[in-house]
């Protein structure tokens, strides 16, 4: 395949994966091959290019150009209680959302490689009955984001390796929630889109062909999305279509993964420290519409999210030129450290994952499967001004399929 035809495909199917969604609020699903592993070695594994995403440094691991395309099936699901004057509702949470990712890379040289990853870095769907007991603090929440990632990287020693990606990335938020009886009823429906930049940049170091470590960091972002805000079905009259506005940020996170292969078995793992106290103390909507103008213009949520971390350990079989076999756990620490900021649109808490998966490879070809479940302990969502609620048997699974083609 010649570097036009690369270019070509590449662009095609990043603008077919834009019509993604996603679960959660930081995502890991950019690699299927990772999933398996609960994503430990993130960026340095050498088994597909989504070091792009990860670890750009990691690309000359890749010693062909190809290309590959994954989509992971996030479900999420709990049971829902009320407290205080809610005590006795109940409800349930029980959704899909897919997960698509695209990466291709071309070598250069033996030393320079370019490539481009399509993913969703971020991610958030949280989808609750529109008559369910705390429906005026929430609805539907949904935020998209879509990292569009060109990158190079350059091997500047038989050891050492830098990468750096550049990201032009989309979010589009779509919020709704029914409005209290005191203000007309009715209901609120936000739905802003925009563009902003950021980027990854990243190193790695091969002690030997079996051992190495790699360190990357990938930048924060401010967005300023803006769209529709309309309120309909409200019985004072102020059913229209006003102009919202918003200025989400996205925190900038450190990674340090290492792995080391001894004969049949290759051993990774992954820490993650993510930079949410810099980012989301609180989250403000903003609108012209007549009942937004009476309520001061603007609905804030106060979050207060503290810094978190993310710690993963994996081991792959190698079991012959075909098949490889590979399993992982990690703990994912949730940025709400308390009841108080944690939210109904939000409602995290502390992940423990179980991972399991395998690859195929035939000639040029390499299948993956992955699975992972995801326990959370049980939680509340105490946010001021809102309804209390309790979360229990908070839990997720996640399956992926992927394909990839080396040239």
């Given at each position: 395949?010649?570097?036009?035809?690369?270019?070509?495909?590449?662009?095609?199917?990043?603008?077919?994966?834009?019509?993604?969604?996603?679960?959660?609020?930081?995502?890991?699903?950019?690699?299927?091959?990772?999933?398996?592993?609960?994503?430990?070695?993130?960026?340095?594994?050498?088994?597909?290019?989504?070091?792009?995403?990860?670890?750009?440094?990691?690309?000359?691991?890749?010693?062909?150009?190809?290309?590959?395309?994954?989509?992971?099936?996030?479900?999420?699901?709990?049971?829902?209680?009320?407290?205080?004057?809610?005590?006795?509702?109940?409800?349930?949470?029980?959704?899909?959302?897919?997960?698509?990712?695209?990466?291709?890379?071309?070598?250069?040289?033996?030393?320079?490689?370019?490539?481009?990853?399509?993913?969703?870095?971020?991610?958030?769907?949280?989808?609750?009955?529109?008559?369910?007991?705390?429906?005026?603090?929430?609805?539907?929440?949904?935020?998209?984001?879509?990292?569009?990632?060109?990158?190079?990287a350059y091997k500047i020693t038989d050891k050492w390796s830098v990468g750096a990606t550049f990201i032009a990335r989309y979010i589009y938020g779509h919020m709704t929630n029914s409005l209290s009886p005191r203000v007309?009823?009715?209901?609120?429906?936000?739905?802003?889109?925009?563009?902003?930049?950021?980027?990854?940049?990243?190193?790695?170091?091969?002690?030997?062909?079996?051992?190495?470590?790699?360190?990357?960091?990938?930048?924060?972002?401010?967005?300023?999305?803006?769209?529709?805000?309309?309120?309909?079905?409200?019985?004072?009259?102020?059913?229209?279509?006003?102009?919202?506005?918003?200025?989400?940020?996205?925190?900038?996170?450190?990674?340090?993964?290492?792995?080391?292969?001894?004969?049949?078995?290759?051993?990774?793992?992954?820490?993650?420290?993510?930079?949410?106290?810099?980012?989301?103390?609180?989250?403000?909507?903003?609108?012209?519409?007549?009942?937004?103008?009476?309520?001061?213009?603007?609905?804030?949520?106060?979050?207060?999210?503290?810094?978190?971390?993310?710690?993963?350990?994996?081991?792959?079989?190698?079991?012959?030129?075909?098949?490889?076999?590979?399993?992982?756990?990690?703990?994912?620490?949730?940025?709400?450290?308390?009841?108080?900021?944690?939210?109904?649109?939000?409602?995290?808490?502390?992940?423990?994952?179980?991972?399991?998966?395998?690859?195929?490879?035939?000639?040029?070809?390499?299948?993956?499967?992955?699975?992972?479940?995801?326990?959370?302990?049980?939680?509340?969502?105490?946010?001021?001004?809102?309804?209390?609620?309790?979360?229990?048997?908070?839990?997720?699974?996640?399956?992926?399929?992927?394909?990839?083609?080396?040239?």
């Open positions: 395949m010649n570097f036009k035809t690369f270019l070509f495909a590449a662009s095609l199917l990043a603008i077919t994966a834009q019509t993604a969604q996603a679960g959660g609020y930081q995502l890991n699903d950019y690699s299927v091959t990772g999933l398996g592993r609960s994503f430990a070695g993130a960026g340095i594994m050498g088994d597909d290019y989504s070091a792009i995403a990860y670890n750009p440094a990691g690309m000359t691991l890749m010693k062909r150009s190809g290309m590959q395309a994954g989509l992971t099936m996030v479900n999420l699901k709990s049971d829902i209680e009320g407290l205080g004057s809610a005590a006795g509702q109940k409800a349930k949470m029980d959704y899909y959302a897919p997960v698509p990712n695209f990466f291709a890379q071309y070598n250069l040289n033996d030393k320079l490689s370019i490539g481009l990853g399509v993913y969703a870095p971020f991610g958030l769907k949280t989808d609750y009955k529109s008559n369910w007991f705390a429906s005026n603090d929430a609805i539907l929440s949904k935020l998209d984001i879509i990292d569009i990632a060109p990158a190079v007309g009823g009715g209901k609120s429906d936000f739905e802003l889109d925009g563009w902003t930049v950021s980027g990854v940049l990243g190193t790695m170091y091969e002690f030997s062909p079996n051992t190495r470590v790699g360190f990357s960091w990938r930048m924060r972002s401010t967005q300023q999305v803006k769209g529709d805000h309309e309120i309909y079905e409200n019985a004072y009259g102020f059913n229209q279509v006003g102009t919202g506005w918003a200025s989400p940020a996205l925190p900038e996170t450190f990674t340090l993964s290492a792995f080391h292969k001894y004969q049949k078995f290759g051993f990774s793992g992954t820490a993650r420290w993510t930079h949410w106290s810099q980012s989301f103390p609180e989250f403000t909507m903003k609108s012209d519409t007549n009942l937004f103008k009476l309520m001061g213009g603007k609905k804030t949520s106060i979050y207060n999210y503290d810094n978190s971390w993310t710690l993963t350990a994996g081991v792959d079989y190698y079991h012959n030129n075909n098949w490889t076999f590979r399993a992982g756990t990690g703990w994912d620490e949730s940025p709400a450290h308390n009841n108080a900021n944690r939210t109904i649109r939000i409602p995290d808490n502390d992940r423990f994952w179980l991972s399991a998966g395998f690859s195929y490879m035939m000639e040029n070809w390499q299948f993956d499967a992955g699975y992972t479940h995801m326990f959370a302990r049980t939680s509340k969502a105490l946010e001021a001004g809102a309804t209390p609620v309790k979360y229990k048997n908070l839990r997720s699974n996640i399956f992926g399929g992927q394909i990839q083609y080396k040239f």
